[in-house]
């Protein structure tokens, strides 16, 4: 499995962006899909998760202003992300987590909330 993210930039605070991640592979063995983001000096850590069956669940920081979505039959995962903050800043990561409990990431994309 191969994760490529894209939809990163800069905007400015109270706007909107939308993350896309791409999997090619084996794409059958995914079992749930996430977004991750580090910020600088900070852990990385879960935004956004969605099973395969459609099952949400956000970080309380990003509930009412973040959606997950999948697209099974395209293979897209995405992020909008709406009413951001300046604290959004990070970079974002894809995550596919397979059956078989292991995790595949894909490279991050940056996005920067200017004041």
């Known amino acids: 499995v191969q994760l490529q993210a894209s939809g990163g930039g800069l905007v400015q605070a109270g706007e909107a962006l939308r993350l896309s991640c791409a999997a090619s592979?084996?794409?059958?063995?995914?079992?749930?899909m996430g977004w991750y983001r580090q910020a600088p000096g900070k852990q990385r850590e879960l935004v956004a998760g969605?099973?395969?069956?459609?099952?949400?669940n956000y970080a309380d920081s990003v509930k009412g202003r973040f959606t997950i979505s999948r697209d099974n039959a395209k293979n897209m995962l995405y992020l909008q992300m709406n009413s951001l903050k300046t604290e959004d800043t990070a970079v974002y990561y894809c995550?596919?987590?397979?059956?078989?409990?292991?995790?595949?990431w894909g490279p991050g994309t940056l996005v920067t909330v200017s004041s």
């Open positions: 995550n596919a987590r397979l059956y078989s409990g292991i995790d595949v």
């Open positions: 592979g084996s794409i059958f063995i995914i079992n749930v």
């Open positions: 969605i099973t395969s069956g459609g099952r949400t």
